[in-house]
Nanobody, 122 residues
Framework: QVQLVESGGGLVQAGGSLRLSCAAS????????MGWFRQAPGKEREFVAALKRNGNTYYADSVKGRFTVSRDNAKNTVYLQMNSLKPEDTAVYYC????????????????WGQGTQVTVSS
């Protein structure tokens, strides 16, 4: 089992920045691919970014160039640095851990955090 706890969400003006953290406990953190997803009201949960065990990173087109995913295995923590935020980035953000080869689908992940709200005002 892996337990994930997100933090760092909040209210920010358009153009601002936030850094989300996801602290993991349980099984060896470095063995998992880590993903970030988000879900806006009335919409499906969508892929945002992933950081695979081999260090490769992947981003949704909508956040490419603005968001950066990173991990600190010593701290069992993965981060999502979000810059140049837009109102359309408003959503609940979830981190996830999984062992699949793939990374962009919700069912590629076995463990999920409870989510943290990000609200971007215009």
């Amino acid at each position: 089992q892996v337990q994930l706890v997100e933090s760092g969400g909040g209210l920010v003006q358009a153009g601002g920045s936030l850094r989300l953290s996801c602290a993991a406990s349980g099984r060896t953190f470095s063995n998992y691919n880590m993903g970030w997803f988000r879900q806006a009201p009335g919409k499906e949960r969508e892929f945002v970014a992933a950081l695979k065990r081999n260090g490769n990173t992947y981003y949704a087109d909508s956040v490419k160039g603005r968001f950066t995913v990173s991990r600190d295995n010593a701290k069992n923590t993965v981060y999502l640095q979000m810059n140049s935020l837009k109102p359309e980035d408003t959503a609940v953000y979830y981190c996830a851990a999984g062992g699949s080869y793939y990374y962009a689908r919700t069912n590629d992940y076995d463990y999920w955090g409870q989510g943290t709200q990000v609200t971007v005002s215009s």
